[in-house]
């Protein structure tokens, strides 16, 4: 071995360089880690050790014309627990299940939950009863990750007379979570589902708060305190709608337990929706937190269908409601005047490749346009519908909007159903399986023409003030008016003192009179094709006669005749009418 | 008569400044808010075995240079007994769990005799490179030193204990560096283990193969020789992927988090990416001596053991790491200084082994925390938890001071 003296201080140098280097790399590596990317560390180090847990903010409040309460947040309490890991999630629920009942599939879907979002608390019971949250309190040092929070609740002071139109809120799903319209979301929130809950999901939900807890590797509270400060929860603004609750509350009960249909009220100038009801009802209330799963079969078995809009979703043929339709398309054209008379007098049907019938079977005799809109006389109208044309029927209807929805803000609105032209026809049914007297049903309200209740009642809006339509709307909004017919002031009136008629003694609807109050208006008796039941009930029209504040469409289904719907819209109005004299509106009108 | 024995107080000083730190780190590493058992107290066996070290470096350092060459082989005998022993009745602990390091009575652990391995084989290396007059010339006339170095490294292979088998193989060609063998014989030598490591790409070892072809020319060996190491890189090019197999998975699992630590952050990773976390967030004076937040809430694992210096790096920062890389920097020059001044070549030998030793341990250890080394269970010298390896330390520093005091140094004196 070769140890003399210099070969051993070269090597020792050598060896000494080469340790020295080594030592300084290591340096330099720290000084990368713990200065350079000092930042970037600690961040993580933070991120590690806190957890942050969500602060629920309530759900915006919903108010009628006046001021009073559709939609509130009452106190309501969350359980979530903050857990490191499925299991030991499990572990924890199946020792909750012991306390207060939980089903297994609740369980499964708090773990669901959990893989999903393993950083946030799982929420557990998203609406504890005091109860519940008394006896988790009690064992509060056997779960250090137990969150109990207060959760605002929605509640409907009204509950089943307002169901028609401000829906229910409820947690978010899977599958909302997922799709885009729910960006932002995160599990264990509520969310509106229908109506202006839903409609209205951006306005009405609050910003949520944090608050910070320190959490060990193992993903257990350490502390509650002295971590971040708390970011609180924000509410947000208010919603106010048109909806007259007074009225609103009217209607239900006039529609009470026993019918089925539907009732829009507007204002005809400004199209603010005044009540809108649907019959029968649910409880909105029952939906928060969770529907009872015999309440939902209940509802859905219910033959009446509960939870069908009558007023938004159900299309109808409008029948005898629709001849005004009929009648402003000739009029506009010039075919006909309001003291016209038709060439045959109405002796209880009409001969036109086949029989069609009038309803009178004694029949009416010969009348004018005026008389034959009183007395709703289907000969008349069959005539007219002739002289108009079937293109030129279906063309008019086209520009009365009658193939479109209303654009009201809710959501679930059906389309209504009216030919677009003569060619619809021939698509629907092959260029020789139909037949050209359909323009004679048509001209009456039936065949293929099918209108929301909705729809009827902006139509007939028009017929109260100018000739135009204003977008029916609940919450408040400047109006947006368009003008859908132009008749001359003399066609106008004439038009509406027909109306009037039709609700005095010589008309279809005289036992709907009312005192005091003028009202204009028109019955329908729908058919339908289901044996053995009554035919549907239709009345539209609107009060006062004079200067018309309120149009109101009823639609009762099985109800046989249309003075049966028309004795309950004319009470309405009536209702409504006394409120806005002794009581006018606070919030403007 | 109390001999007066001269004690090399610089190396004494470090080693002492060192073991304080280290105790200290350790007594932090017991500061959580979660609970981690025995560790809490794990300073106080830490300060036993401490003080164990220091009686025996002063025992040790009583004996003769002479006597420790005469041990030397009765040493590495018992060791390789105690090796193969622990193969077949051992059990393992921390990240080395799945190994067979340990060896226990019942439940005690009594010690790792990989420990004792290591200095055996520094003895009995220093002792055979010594009998030698001059520098090999040829590569085959090392085959004794290899053989020295190459049945204990295979029965430590064995457990498997892949960091105890990096640390031969560095004392291994350190010793060789010594004793005069040329760095281009030693790089010859290495090459079927840099062959091994490059296999994992067919075109860089292709390039390290070409390379070694011109090296092999430039040095100009005996036929066989040059033909030998050819054939070993090759053979060690086909061997790479065997061996890969021969891993367990979480060392193969290892590695590969050593290349890419977020592979597997749950898991493997984990323990690395932690760290890293700890450390980095230190930043230049660290969170406070047992306040360090990674620490306490248990994120940081084994921290009283391999990952220590991460304590050190999360709680007293920039600051507190640099003290402690100088301190093992003067340590490790004080001692190359000791065996360049030493009397005979095998107390040279001997402590530039022990030096080497140290070496590794604190570059694969610290360079682990910071993810540029793979993670491999070596512990750090005189901070890590282990009473046998403070002991062994401790017992080196004994014989480094009857080196010292008995080579060519001058006033570097104090009688004890």
């Known amino acids: ?589 | 008569m109390i001999k007066r024995v001269v004690a090399d107080w610089p190396l004494v000083l470090i080693a002492l400044l060192l073991s304080a730190y280290g105790i200290a780190s350790v007594y932090s590493a017991g500061q959580t808010e979660v609970s981690v058992g025995y560790v809490t107290v794990a300073w106080k066996r830490q300060l036993l075995w401490f003080g164990a070290g220091i009686v025996g470096a002063y025992i040790v350092s009583r004996g003769s240079v002479r006597f420790y060459e005469w041990i030397a082989d009765k040493a590495y005998y018992l060791a390789l007994a105690l090796l193969t022993v622990v193969l077949v009745l051992g059990s393992g602990a921390g990240t080395a769990a799945s190994m067979k390091g340990w060896l226990t009575i019942g439940n005690v652990r009594l010690g790792q005799p990989s420990e004792l391995a290591k200095l055996a084989v520094v003895l009995m290396l220093a002792k055979v490179l010594s009998g030698r007059r001059a520098a090999p010339r040829a590569m085959i006339e090392l085959w004794l030193p290899a053989l020295v170095v190459g049945v204990p490294f295979v029965l430590i292979m064995l457990q498997p204990d892949l960091g105890t088998g990096i640390v031969f193989v560095g004392l291994f060609f350190a010793m060789l560096y010594w004793s005069g063998v040329s760095g281009l014989q030693l790089l010859l030598i290495a090459s079927p283990v840099i062959s091994l490591i490059l296999a994992f790409s067919t075109q860089v070892w292709a390039i390290w193969f070409v390379l070694l072809f011109f090296l092999v020319y430039r040095y100009k060996p005996y036929l066989i020789e040059g033909v030998g190491v050819m054939v070993a890189n090759v053979s060690m090019g086909i061997l790479a992927p065997i061996l890969w197999e021969s891993l367990k998975p979480h060392q193969q699992r290892r590695l590969l988090v050593f290349l890419n630590p977020m592979e597997d952050p749950q898991a493997s990773g984990y323990h690395v990416i932690q760290s890293q976390i700890a450390i980095g967030s230190g930043g230049w004076m660290g969170k406070g001596f047992t306040l360090g937040t990674q620490k306490r809430l248990a994120f940081l694992p084994e921290q009283h053991t391999d990952f220590i210096f991460a304590v050190v790096g999360e709680e007293l920062g920039f600051i507190g790491v640099t003290i402690a890389l100088a301190l093992f920097l003067a340590l490790f020059l004080r001692v190359v200084r000791i065996a360049g001044r030493a009397n005979d070549s095998f107390s040279s030998l001997v402590a530039f082994g022990l030096a080497a030793t140290w070496f590794v341990h604190v570059i694969v250890n610290i360079g682990m925390t910071l993810n540029l080394m793979p993670i491999t269970g070596i512990p750090l010298p005189f901070f890590s938890y282990g009473g046998s390896f403070m002991l062994t330390c401790w017992l080196a520093v004994g014989i480094l001071v009857r080196i010292s005091s008995e080579g060519r140094g001058r006033a570097d004196a104090l009688a004890i």
């Not at chain 1, 207060?100 to 009863?129: F, G, H, K, Q």
């Not at chain 1, 539907?262 to 939906?287: C, E, I, Y």
């Not at chain 1, 939870?307 to 054209?333: C, D, H, M």
């Open chain 1, 1 to 589: 071995m070769s140890f003399h003296p210099n070969d051993v201080q070269r090597r020792s140098r050598m060896a000494s360089g080469f340790i020295a280097i080594a030592i300084a790399w290591l340096t330099m590596s720290f000084f990368r880690a713990q200065v350079v990317q000092n930042e970037a560390y600690s961040l993580q180090s933070t991120k590690n050790r806190l957890r942050e847990i969500p602060l629920i903010a309530p759900r915006g409040v919903v108010y009628d014309r006046r001021g009073q309460v559709i939609a509130e947040s009452v106190p309501g309490y969350s359980v979530s627990l903050l857990s490191p890991s499925p299991d030991s999630l499990r572990a924890t629920l199946r020792r909750f299940a012991t306390m207060i009942s939980l089903s297994d599939e609740e369980i499964e879907s708090a773990v669901r939950r959990l893989r999903r979002e393993p950083n946030r608390p799982t929420v557990v019971l998203s609406d504890a009863t005091f109860d519940q949250v008394s006896v988790l309190e009690e064992q509060r040092t056997e779960f250090p990750g137990l969150i109990i929070q207060a959760a605002p609740k929605r509640f409907y002071p009204d509950g089943p007379a307002v169901s028609a139109f401000v829906g229910y809120t409820g947690e978010i799903t899977e599958s909302e979570l997922n799709s885009p319209t729910y960006t932002g979301y995160q599990s264990g929130q509520q969310v509106g589902k229908a109506g202006l809950e839903r409609q209205y999901e951006p306005e009405l939900r609050g910003r949520e708060g944090s608050r910070f807890v320190v959490v060990d590797a193992r993903g257990r509270v350490v502390q509650a305190a002295n971590a971040q400060p708390d970011i609180p929860a924000v509410g947000p603004a208010p919603l106010q709608t048109n909806i007259d609750l007074e009225l609103q509350r009217f209607v239900a009960n006039l529609f009470g337990d026993s019918l089925q249909g539907g009732l829009v009220a507007m204002d005809p100038s400004t199209g603010a929706v005044l009540a809108l009801h649907s019959a029968p009802t649910f409880d909105p209330n029952r939906f928060i937190g969770g529907i009872p799963k015999e309440y939902w079969d209940q509802l859905r078995n219910d033959a009446r269908k509960p939870l069908y809009n009558k007023a938004l979703q159900g299309v109808y043929p409008p029948a005898s409601t629709f001849k005004l339709a009929t009648s402003v398309i000739g009029l506009e054209r010039g075919l006909v005047t309001l003291d016209d008379r038709m060439p045959q007098s109405c002796t209880g049907g009409f001969y036109y490749g086949r029989y069609f019938r009038c309803w009178e079977k004694k029949g009416h005799g010969h009348l004018t346009l005026r008389e034959a809109i009183a007395k709703s006389c289907d000969v008349y109208f069959y005539q007219l519908g002739l002289r108009i044309g079937l293109t030129n029927l279906l063309a008019g209807g086209v520009k009365l909007q009658f193939r479109e929805r209303s654009g009201i803000d809710l959501p679930s609105e059906s389309r209504p159903i009216w030919p677009y032209a003569v060619d619809y026809f021939n698509r629907r049914y092959g260029p020789g399986g139909w037949n050209p007297s359909v323009v004679l049903s048509l001209a009456i309200g039936q065949a293929d023409n099918s209108q929301t209740i909705l729809n009827m009642a902006r139509f007939y809006s028009a017929l109260a003030t100018d000739g135009s339509i204003a977008k029916p709307e609940l919450v408040r909004r400047a109006p947006q008016r368009t003008k859908i017919f132009a008749l001359t002031s003399d066609q106008m009136t004439g038009v509406r003192e027909a109306l009037t008629d039709v609700v005095s003694t010589r008309g279809t609807a005289a036992s709907a009179r009312i005192e005091g109050v003028v009202v204009a208006g028109k019955t329908g008796t729908a058919q339908h094709h289901e044996a053995g039941k009554p035919d549907h009930a239709w009345f539209v029209g609107f009060a006062p006669y004079e200067s018309p504040k309120i149009v109101v469409a009823v639609m009762v289904e099985y109800g046989a005749h249309g003075y049966m719907a028309a004795r309950l819209a004319t009470k309405a109005m009536s209702h409504y009418l006394k409120q806005v004299t002794i009581a006018p509106p606070t919030t403007g009108d």
